[in-house]
């Protein structure tokens, strides 16, 4: 082997040497541990690919290495595999300050990035404690967390692409810098997959802007039940700081007998660590109602840190807890469970009891803002008595997190340490699913095996787990000898209620032969077995009201409705999350959230909306995708029937999991093709208390784009920024203070916060179009806004039954967007047949995310003509075009991606692990 490898690399690149193997032999659980056959520093993809390559030839396992301060045993081999070490790729490879995106190697530190791009304005913002030490490529491994990602999320939220050596050596790319991409999002899919589908040799992450204000706090309790009840009344009252952290007692001895000391009452029960970012307008109300909350609890002390350095020194403390535990003992054994936030107290409860009767020393320090537990066992690892109780108590602890409704892993991993409590989580019918699609990407199970599955059984099968199911029927997809279904394949009426078409339905899906409306998850399975059976198509759907949307289909097809799935299943107000049915209507979910000031930060389009099933598989980019996101990290769960009538399911109720693959993330924007859905959980966020519209009317396009690029730079992050031409701007006519002549570009933009924020911001974009000369502009109310909100939602979401319109949705970078839209002026110019409006076309261009929605006439001849145009000049661009729409006469003629996806093999290997008869369009 090591004479092998030599041909591949310098020799002094190649670790051979025993002792200097050790060093790779574990990361930062040393409980599990194996030294490596060989270690090979890698500076290049192209040496990635050579080593990688000959593992795939030689069958040797290979293990993708960073920093290795990882607390899962990610990284630790197996015996007789090869460590491919990353650290030396580390090179800073382009910082794209106008898109906000930066490109780096995996090798490079957290911190590092973020001190590159700081003389920018800009940061990245997972920001995990060991941030000065890890790596980014061991971030997206472990889709790792931070104390600062409660408000700006985790890994995945910032990771837009990735270049992934595959383990047969051939590099892919996927995602990349635009707001949309083709297909199937196996970016999102790949983060967190622990190196078990490949070596991440590039990463392309969305920079955050660095806040204008930052306040810090610390509220000093007694006992611990204060200081949880105190996170969970802070985020019941609707306010998101970017951190809230606890310390208890043992930690904050730790911590102030040592060098990182932060000034921490020594005799305090719990610590808890508060910090707002963002604008200095509206925070004096958000400290002044978080001090009423911190006062209710009965502190023994509320500071507020007075500058920069305090607050680093309050930082100090908790970004060293780990380190510092060292004083206890020998050794520390990090425990990663989560549970909902309005559980922290009762669960740390059981810990603490736990502890207590295994006799074991725990100290905890945690995101309690997430409800991420960090239990701490410390223990002398010389002790093999000592360590057997260590581990047990650890097991009971993360059942006591899965018992109160939590998971096992927030932000840590599975890794060798977590996979055999795997079970504790996911049924045989999952575990199953999660395997088929580690083999689509590697079938010779050589990258990283040992990891994140559980152990094989006596038997040779894996994982002794009892399916949920509860028969062997709902594991494999196949019937059962007294299955009735099993007789029933030349009966075309499954035992489920039918219901009639809608109208798009009837137009767009004339062929269909039934449309099948199941109650339960099993009904739904007996239909997709007898239409594997009968070699039909099925096609989930809702209630139709975006058939317009679906793929063409063949004759005989079978719909499936949600419908009947319309219950609110899980409502947790105070935990800010929800699990609903399926077929629940949007519009009945926005008015049952706003009774409780909550929303999902997804417009709907006036006179329109669709169902719960629909928003997921569609994932369609609202008015305020610019400073909410997509819809993916709002997906915390989703459960459905795959192919062979098979239930899935992925995710949970929690606002961090990071257990096996995240399946709930592929569902997003999948478009039917995983499977039905029956269910989806979300993360909700407070509606805002204000609103504030502007509108400017200008003449040119130069003048339109001047103003939004300004808007745009003077980092006041409007919720929307849009440039509006032809019809579109109509969605801006009626609203008070506009102009009676539509003038020919309409640039609109929405500020969300409470009052004084909201206010600040207005009066702050009204002195920018102030300054620009020509600009009609009007300044207006919540109604107002929340009007333009849903018509914009409208310019791409078409009510259902209208066949009016085609729509095109292009992707491009946002500071090639006043160029780009210059060149959808010109498509549609080349296909106007001089009629002006009677071949109407409208653009909505969004300033924030690149993103232009191009409507056109359904009754224009040149329509056909105009979706080819978009579609190469996209491609021009390496941008990205989608259909969203298109009337039933054209439909056939168009793929939904217009654009084809090149990685389209992978794609469907992924798909034939959900689908493998291929029953779904």
């Not at 609109?748 to 009052?755: S, T």
Request: with cysteine; glycine share 12%.
């Amino acid at each position: 082997m090591h004479e092998e490898l030599a041909r591949l690399l310098p020799p002094d690149r190649i670790v051979t040497d025993p002792v200097e193997r050790t060093v790779y032999e574990c990361d930062g659980l040393p409980m599990h541990s194996q030294p490596p056959a060989a270690v090979v520093l890698c500076r290049t993809r192209e040496e990635v690919i050579r080593v990688v390559r000959w593992c795939a030839r030689s069958g040797v396992p290979f293990v993708p290495r960073g920093a290795g301060t990882g607390l899962s045993g990610g990284c630790t081999p197996t015996e007789g595999a090869v460590v491919l070490d990353t650290n030396r790729m580390n090179r800073i490879l382009g910082i794209d300050v106008e898109n906000r995106t930066a490109i780096v190697e995996p090798g490079v530190v957290n911190v590092h990035l973020s001190a590159a791009t700081e003389p920018h304005g800009f940061h990245y913002a997972p920001d995990p404690s060991s941030q000065t030490a890890c790596t980014l490529g061991g971030n997206v491994a472990e889709n790792a967390g931070g104390p600062h990602c409660l408000k700006h999320g985790v890994t995945s939220d910032h990771v837009l692409g990735l270049e992934v050596v595959l383990p047969d050596g051939e590099p892919v790319r996927l995602g990349g810098p635009l707001a949309e991409n083709p297909g199937l999002d196996l970016t999102a899919f790949l983060v967190g997959s622990e190196g078990t589908l490949g070596v991440v040799t590039e990463i392309t992450v969305r920079l955050t802007p660095n806040p204008r204000a930052v306040r810090t706090y610390l509220a000093i309790f007694d006992r611990m039940g204060p200081a949880c009840r105190t996170v969970s009344g802070i985020i019941g009252a609707g306010i998101v700081p970017v951190a809230l952290e606890i310390l208890d007692q043992r930690t904050i001895r730790a911590i102030e007998a040592s060098v990182n000391a932060a000034g921490y009452p020594g005799d305090a029960g719990a610590a808890l660590l508060i910090e707002l970012d963002g604008f200095e307008a509206g925070m004096d109300e958000e400290e002044a109602a978080i001090t009423r909350i911190v006062e209710a609890n009965a502190p023994l002390e509320f500071r507020t840190a007075r500058d920069g350095r305090q607050r680093d020194l309050l930082w100090k403390g908790r970004k060293s807890a780990f380190g510092t535990m060292g004083r206890v003992n020998t050794d520390l054994y990090v425990l990663d469970g989560v549970v909902p936030r309005t559980r922290l107290e009762e669960t740390l409860g059981r810990v603490y009891e736990i502890a207590e009767r295994h006799g074991v020393v725990v100290s905890n320090v945690f995101h309690a803002g997430d409800g991420n537990l960090h239990p701490n066992i410390s223990y002398d690892g010389r002790d093999a008595e000592e360590r057997e109780r260590v581990l047990a108590a650890g097991r009971e602890m993360l059942e006591a997190c899965v018992a109160l409704g939590g998971t096992i892993s927030g932000e840590h991993g599975i890794g060798s340490e977590k996979r055999s409590f795997m079970p504790l989580v996911l049924d045989e019918c999952d575990l199953d699913l999660q395997r088929a699609l580690r083999d689509a990407f590697d079938p010779q199970g050589i990258a990283n095996p040992g990891k994140v599955f559980p152990e094989p059984r006596s038997d040779g099968a894996e994982g002794a787990v009892p399916s949920a199911a509860g028969d062997e029927r709902a594991a494999t997809g196949e019937p059962g000898e007294d299955d009735p279904a099993a007789d029933r394949a030349a009966d075309p009426s499954p035992p489920a209620a039918r219901r009639d078409p809608s109208p798009q339905e009837r137009v767009f899906l004339a062929d269909v032969a039934a449309i099948f409306a199941p109650e339960t998850g099993e009904e739904a399975g007996e239909i997709i077995r007898q239409a594997e059976a009968e070699a039909r198509t099925v096609v989930p759907a809702g209630f139709g009201a975006h058939s317009g949307a679906i793929d063409p289909v063949g004759p005989g097809a079978w719909i499936l409705s949600a419908a009947a799935f319309d219950d609110v299943i899980d409502y947790e107000p105070e935990d800010f999350t929800i699990g609903v049915g399926a077929g629940v209507p949007l519009v009945e979910l926005k008015e049952l959230l706003a009774k409780n000031h909550q929303e999902l930060p997804f417009d709907l389009p006036e006179g329109g909306g669709g169902t719960v099933g629909g928003l997921v598989a569609r994932a369609p980019s609202g008015p305020r995708r610019g400073r909410h996101g997509a819809l993916s990290p709002f997906v915390l769960g989703i459960e459905g029937v795959r192919g062979g009538g098979t239930p899935f399911r992925s995710g949970g109720m929690l606002v961090k999991n990071v257990v096996g693959y995240q399946i709930a993330k592929l569902a997003v924007g999948s478009h039917g093709r995983l499977g039905f859905f029956t269910r989806a959980n979300f993360k909700l966020r407070p509606i805002p208390a204000r609103r504030r519209l502007g509108l400017a009317g200008v003449e040119t396009a130069d003048e339109a784009w001047r103003l939004a690029r300004k808007l745009r730079a003077s980092g006041l992050e409007p919720a929307t920024l849009a440039v509006l031409e032809g019809d579109a701007r109509r969605v801006a006519a009626g609203l008070p203070g506009n102009a009676p002549h539509l003038p020919e570009f309409v640039v609109a933009w929405v500020f969300e916060g409470n009052a004084p924020r909201a206010t600040w911001l207005a009066d702050a974009a009204g002195r920018i179009t102030a300054e620009a000369p020509g600009v009609h502009a009007a300044d207006l109310e919540d109604g107002e806004a929340q009007a333009l909100l849903g018509r914009l939602a409208a310019l791409a979401e078409p009510v259902a039954g209208s066949f009016e319109r085609g729509i095109v949705r292009l992707s491009f970078r946002p500071g090639g967007l006043p160029d780009a839209a210059q060149a959808v002026r010109d498509a549609l110019a080349a296909g106007d047949d001089g009629s002006g409006e009677e071949d109407g076309w409208g653009v909505w261009s969004d300033a924030a995310t690149g993103l232009v929605t191009v409507g056109r006439s359904a009754t224009s001849p040149v329509l056909g003509e105009t979706v080819g145009r978009l579609r190469d000049l996209a491609a021009a661009r390496s941008g990205a075009a989608r259909l969203l729409h298109l009337p039933p006469t054209l439909r056939s003629a168009w793929p939904r991606d217009l654009i084809p996806d090149a990685r389209a093999e992978l794609a469907r290997r992924v798909l034939e692990s959900f689908d493998p008869r291929g029953v779904f369009p």
